[in-house]
């Protein structure tokens, strides 16, 4: 079982920047690849960033490609998305999700491989 928290969300303004957190319980945090998701209201949740398991590979949605950065820390069971030059359309709940996986330079992009999921961090980028 993995437990997933998440921090760092809030009010920016539009260029601003945020530093999302999510804490993962358990041993084994490097078995995980992570992911980072969201939703907006009124829309399907949506994949942004994947990193494999021990960080060799990285994936980003077209949209945030060059804005935001994803990385993790293994030795501190976390992993982290830094977003930069934030947009209106940024705004939504930001979660993050573990999905066990063997092969280490593998990185998850849909949903329903994810095996764990945090309750979610707000942001909110104001125009």
């Known amino acids: 079982q993995v437990q997933l928290v998440e921090s760092g969300g809030g009010l920016v303004q539009a260029g601003g920047s945020l530093r999302l957190s999510c804490a993962a319980s358990?041993?084994?945090?490097?078995?995980?690849?992570m992911g980072w998701f969201r939703q907006a209201p009124g829309k399907e949740r949506e994949f942004v960033a994947s990193?494999?398991?021990?960080?060799?590979?990285?994936f980003y949605v077209d949209s945030v490609k060059g804005r935001f950065t994803i990385s993790r820390d293994n030795a501190k069971n976390t992993v982290y998305l830094q977003m930069d030059s934030l947009k209106p359309e940024d705004t939504a709940v930001y979660s993050c999700?573990?999905?066990?996986?063997?092969?280490?330079?593998?990185?998850?992009?849909?949903?329903?491989?994810?095996?764990?999921w945090g309750q979610g961090t707000q942001v909110t980028v104001s125009s």
């Open positions: 999700a573990a999905a066990f996986e063997r092969n280490i330079l593998v990185v998850v992009t849909t949903q329903d491989r994810y095996d764990y």
């Open positions: 358990g041993r084994t945090f490097s078995s995980y690849v």
């Open positions: 990193i494999s398991r021990i960080g060799g590979r990285t």
